[in-house]
């Protein structure tokens, strides 16, 4: 296997970053530093270092889905003591595993958060280029009028640019409030408040339900469970893996 692909499949660094720390010289093999790309290795049998440290390599990899509760941080430690996704999977860390979220969650918001030891796959389903789209929805203040539909689906401009959603519908309408299903590939903080925002319909409450072709269902807050192998080979299939 060659060996940037073995480090990110151990959780170092996605395998573009990897391919830099081997040209940077900081990779060695069996005691000798690696000097070219596309070297080839037994991850059963060889002894990889960073820096000095060596990856602990693992064949086996991981790959949960997670709902993050509401008010939780999407980190595996927090400095000041509150709730966080690592206090779910605390007992595996415990074990060795090395686990990191794809993406994040803002902490009032809650849903489908993805956790693997891959780091090449967590890297392409947060790069926007690889177009993996993640579906909300969204308790938002006030009637949503078609108009609105219209302009997200054509683009708005934010401080930081422009932001077109991928598909916008009405679920459910009330008298002083709506709920709506927003799905987009768009990776910026805080990017789906800050779009109902801008077109006047603050978000009350808002939940992500799905990642690329991984749903939410009806998974419970604070439950974790492993991704079946069609889930795995579909999100594989989707960042040309």
């Known amino acids: 296997m060659r060996l940037q692909k073995v480090l990110a499949q151990a959780g170092v660094a996605s395998r573009r970053v990897c391919e830099q720390m081997i040209d940077k010289r900081r990779v060695e093999v069996n005691g000798?530093?690696?000097?070219?790309?596309?070297?080839?290795?037994?991850?059963?049998?060889?002894?990889?270092?960073?820096?000095?440290?060596?990856?602990?390599?693992?064949e086996e990899l991981v790959h949960l889905a997670l709902n993050k509760p509401r008010g939780w941080q999407s980190t595996m430690l927090d400095e000041l003591g509150r709730p966080c996704v690592g206090d779910l999977v605390a007992e595996r860390i415990a074990s060795g595993q090395r686990l990191f979220h794809v993406g994040r969650l803002d902490a009032e918001t809650e849903g489908l958060l993805l956790l693997t030891n891959d780091g090449e796959l967590a890297?392409?389903?947060?790069?926007?280029?690889?177009?993996?789209?993640k579906t909300y929805l969204a308790d938002v203040e006030g009637v949503v009028r078609r108009s609105v539909d219209r302009a997200l689906e054509a683009g708005v401009?934010?401080?930081?640019?422009p932001v077109r959603v991928d598909a916008f519908s009405v679920v459910d309408a009330f008298d002083k409030s709506t709920l709506v299903k927003i799905v987009l590939h768009e990776g910026r903080k805080h990017i789906v408040r800050r779009l109902l925002e801008h077109v006047g319909h603050p978000v009350t409450r808002l939940v992500r339900t799905q990642i690329g072709s991984v749903h939410l269902g009806d998974q419970r807050p604070g439950t974790i469970r492993a991704l079946n192998r069609q889930e795995v080979g579909a999100l594989y299939k989707e960042v040309g893996l």
């Open 32 to 58: 000798k530093i690696v000097t070219t790309q596309g070297m080839r290795i037994d991850p059963s049998t060889a002894v990889v270092k960073v820096d000095g440290m060596r990856v602990m390599i693992t």
């Open 123 to 133: 890297h392409r389903l947060m790069h926007p280029s690889y177009k993996v789209q």
């Open 157 to 161: 401009t934010l401080d930081d640019g």
